[in-house]
């Protein structure tokens, strides 16, 4: 029996989208010597959900699809996946190969330099997360086995041993030693440098647990009718921890706003748990709350063009900071404003186009 289509998993892409421009805008505003603190938070803290949530929505939507009961079609599967994300992540990657060696005047790379920044996701800041999305595409037989055969006690270990590897790969400084006395060119020094741009392990638990929350996806939307109370005081509880450890790491220990966000980020034990908890509070809240007609437009809008706006907004970020503007609080805001909405405006001119062609060819 076909499952019904479920607007909250596009509404949950449009809201993520937004964060992850906010995280940009975040980076660009952390330029400026003096920051308001409290906008980095908002722009670069709590919006640290928004792009382990896009595995959450990914494994979500695939398993929500997936009779386990039936063989897995492994090569028609990746054949599906990759049409829709390999080849976007090739053309977008060699469109911004192309733009920034013209703009920047790099010259022309050579081609061992391409096979790295395409292995590693280095084409643009943005696009590492298509790495890991495709290396999870191809072990989806290892989720789905994992899934089957899941348990409460076995998910409790896998978030306690995420949480003990994420804080080994971000903070172990016996990794960082390593790393560094590597020589320059090793392959293996790229390998762990890079390592959060191609890890799956990184973020393994919240992939099975959208997989998980998907094959029992009427259990949870019923837990979330009946538990709205808790899990927002969830998400609150969570958002007010992980921004407490970015004001104590900066208050109390003298740290920088950007290396305080380099440590409050999305792998840390407190992302982890704000991740969850944001993950599971935005399913209630578009599943078991009503919007107001106009929103859920919106959101529809925001959803269905996230995945451009995702790839389109750093080329709209460079040429807006080609204006010069110093970057205070007001001006990142209104830049956050203004890049959302080229973006979002470029995407639904190209799918207007066709349209608009064809009504022009048949009015000649």
């Known amino acids: 029996m076909k499952k019904p289509y479920l607007a909250s998993i596009e509404y949950m892409r449009g809201v993520s989208m937004l964060g992850v421009v906010a995280i940009h805008i ?41 009779n386990l009961a039936e063989p897995f079609e492994y090569g028609k ?10 080849l976007p992540y090739l053309l977008w990657s060699a469109l911004y190969i192309l733009h920034d060696n013209w703009f920047y005047g790099y010259g022309t790379p050579s081609a061992d330099y391409v096979a790295e920044l395409l292995f590693f996701g280095l084409a643009k800041y943005q696009l590492y997360f298509l790495v890991i999305l495709i290396w999870f ?43 560094q006395t590597l020589p320059e060119e090793s392959l293996l020094r790229k390998f762990l ?18 997989g998980i929350l998907a094959v029992r996806s009427e259990e949870f939307f019923a837990w979330l009718a009946a538990n709205r109370k808790i899990v927002s005081a ?17 208050y109390a220990k003298n740290f920088s706003a950007l290396a305080a966000v380099n440590t409050a980020h999305q792998l840390s034990p407190t992302g982890i748990l704000y991740t969850v908890s944001a993950s599971i509070f935005l399913f ?9 007609e ?24 460079t040429y807006l900071s080609l204006l010069g503007v110093i970057l205070n609080a007001v001006n990142a805001l209104i830049l956050y404003v203004l890049t ?21 060819r048949q009015g000649q």
């Open 234 to 250: 969830t998400f609150a509880v969570t958002l007010t921890i992980h921004l407490g450890y970015f004001y104590y790491l900066v």
């Open 137 to 179: 595409y191809l072990l989806m037989p290892l989720w789905i086995f994992l899934v089957k055969e899941m348990t409460p006690r076995r998910l409790a270990l896998i978030f306690f041993a995420q949480v003990a590897f994420n804080y080994f790969s971000s903070y172990s400084a016996e990794l960082l030693t390593l790393t």
């Open 77 to 86: 599967f990746l054949r599906r996946r990759f049409r829709a994300v390999l």
């Open 294 to 317: 106009k929103v859920r437009a919106g959101l529809s809008v925001l959803g269905k063009n996230s995945f451009f706006v995702y790839l389109f907004h750093p080329l709209a970020l």
């Open 26 to 66: 975040g980076a660009l505003y952390l330029t400026n010597p003096t920051p308001n603190l409290h906008l980095v938070a908002l722009l670069e803290i709590a919006s640290r959900f928004s792009v382990p949530i896009f595995f959450f929505i990914s494994a979500f939507g695939l398993f929500y699809k997936i």
């Open 340 to 360: 959302v909405a080229i973006s979002l405006a470029v995407s639904l001119a190209i799918k207007a186009a066709p349209q608009y062609l064809s009504r022009c």
């Open 193 to 210: 440098v890079w390592r959060l741009n191609y890890w799956v392990a990184h973020y393994v638990f919240i992939f099975l647990l959208g």
């Open 284 to 292: 209630m809240l578009f599943e078991c709350v009503p919007l107001n």
